[in-house]
């Protein structure tokens, strides 16, 4: 008897000869690079190493476009741009010790934002393993160790044989949901030693669909229909699952309100009448939020930032969709679903409206007629509300230069184009203010935190589609962490357009420190010349007036290749409401 997967399995004639006969001259390496390519990898990010040079040698006799950068960790937040901006995984090619745990700041940013990062390390020699201290250069009694704790899986070669079954297994991992970085590293002697294996061709990791249990989504499909005032908060994971489309459905036949927290920028559109943008760090917000009667939360963990700095305490029954079973009520008790957000959205607006839903709901409101629904202020009205008094709120401040800067990028950046914000005061302003008008278009490094993610993400994501000028803002604290990839830009000429609001120093931590202590220590920076710096790596660059931001920002972004522009300003951030 036959089976199909019989045929698929057998080897032609052809297959058969070239395995037999493989090209001379390859070594560990080029298993790696084959391996990568038979994945559907085009382009890797990195840095050589000594121990890592076998992978990099055998760059050469690939089609693999390469893109290094000159600090393992700008490397690392290039990677993670290009998985955001993709959606694949983005191989990060790096050497042992010291250039591998210069990498661990971006990795953790990009289990944080669930970026698909393949990170590949090489490894001191095999005889050296196994956690003695033999004195090889770099080397550590147990590098992987450093970093299970942030990536989603750890994977160690020992032999030529193993390596493509080991990247392939990683990447499975990485494009599972959801989506995450992940560790393989393969000693020296592996790399760099002769191979007589047949070439790598067509890989198959194909990630297996994280689907809803159905009688979840019976539930929550039930609490939606009968609440009288349902509202979403819609996360990252909606945007990484390419769910915008499902969300603004669902929203639109249960006429519930949408806020999207800072990681899901551009998940629901600004404008719409349902839309409460992206003001959680309002009390006015909270406070809507808290009064759901259903609150439906799509791809986000409600952590810090997303629940008002914890003060967030809702009133009504919660239904928590996430792939991150880690996340999953780990801050509220709830009707948790472990599932991918488009899945997800797909069952709940099939079954939402299908049909009556006889179910019972523990410990939840009684059902609610649609003509007690109707009574009262519209949905898009109470929204309409909210945004005026939100605006009135900010107002109050005297922060209309913070208002007008963010206005003027908007103007001048297309609005296809992604943009990639540092940890700063503007950025801070943007989570909040700024109308990312497409998905997948507004990045930052709000999910861990560190400075120096702008400029090199922005890199990134122009490496994975050059068609389109690419936005980084940093302040001059966080721009320091990244002069060095001015050189990288030059050298691709990738179309980045690096926006620099120079303050004198750390203008988040001086505000933080002086609205707590009354003044401020070690926040303020002697800088460069930024303008001379850059102009010095061959990269054009203008030093611009608030007035003037908007005009020479869109000139900047419409020249081919990088550019710098620098802002001179002291900017404020408006009043918390969580103190």
Known sequence: MTHDHDLVLRP???????????????????????????????????????????????????????????????????????????????????????????????????????????????????????????????????????????????????????????????????????????????????????????????????????????????????????????????????????????????????????????????????????????????????????????LLVVGSGLGELSSNYHTFAPRGRVIQIEADLGKLESNHACLGIHADARIALSALLETVGAGAVSLASPGGPPPVSEGLRATGPSAAERVSALLAKVRERIAGQDLTLEQELLAAIREALPDDSPSFWDMTILAYWAWSAFDARHPNTMHSAQGAGGLGYGFPAALGAAAADRTKPVLAVSGDGGAMYSIAELATAKQYNLPVTWLIVDDGGYGILREYMTDTFGEATATELSRPDFVALAESFGVPAVRTTTESLREDLAKSLAQPGPSVVVLPALLRMFAPTHL
């Open 12 to 294: 032609t004639a052809q297959q058969t000869e070239a395995a037999l006969n493989p090209p001379a001259g390859r070594n560990g390496g080029d298993l790696v690079v084959e391996t990568l390519q038979g994945l559907g990898a085009t382009t890797v990010f990195g840095l050589p190493g000594q121990h890592a040079l076998g992978m990099f040698d055998a760059l050469r006799r690939s089609d693999l476009a390469y893109v290094g950068l000159r600090v393992e960790n700008n490397a690392g937040f290039a990677a993670d741009a290009y998985g955001r901006i993709t959606g694949q995984v983005a191989p990060l090619l790096l050497s042992t010790g010291p250039g591998a745990l210069t990498s661990l700041a971006a990795l953790q940013e990009a289990a944080a934002a669930s970026a698909p990062v393949l990170a590949i390390s090489s490894q001191i020699p095999s005889a050296g393993l196994g956690g003695g201290r033999h004195g090889y250069l770099h080397e550590l009694r147990d590098q992987k160790a450093s970093f299970r704790d942030i990536v989603k899986s750890v994977h160690t070669v020992r032999t030529a044989s193993q390596i493509p079954s080991a990247i392939a297994a990683a990447w499975e991992s990485a494009l599972s949901a959801p989506h995450g970085p992940v560790w393989v590293e393969i000693p020296q002697d592996v790399l760099l030693a002769g191979t007589a294996l047949p070439v790598v061709t067509a890989m198959d990791a194909t990630p297996h669909d994280l689907v809803p249990r159905p009688e979840l989504t019976a539930v929550a499909a039930h609490l939606l229909q009968n609440a009288e005032r349902p509202a979403i908060i819609a996360g990252g994971g909606v945007v990484r699952s390419d769910a915008t489309g499902k969300l603004v459905a669902l929203a639109e036949k249960l006429d519930a309100p949408v806020v999207t927290t800072f990681g899901g920028k551009g998940a629901f559109p600004w404008e719409h009448p349902l839309s409460m943008q992206s003001w959680l760090e309002d009390r006015h917000t909270t406070d809507f939020l808290e009064d759901a009667d259903v």
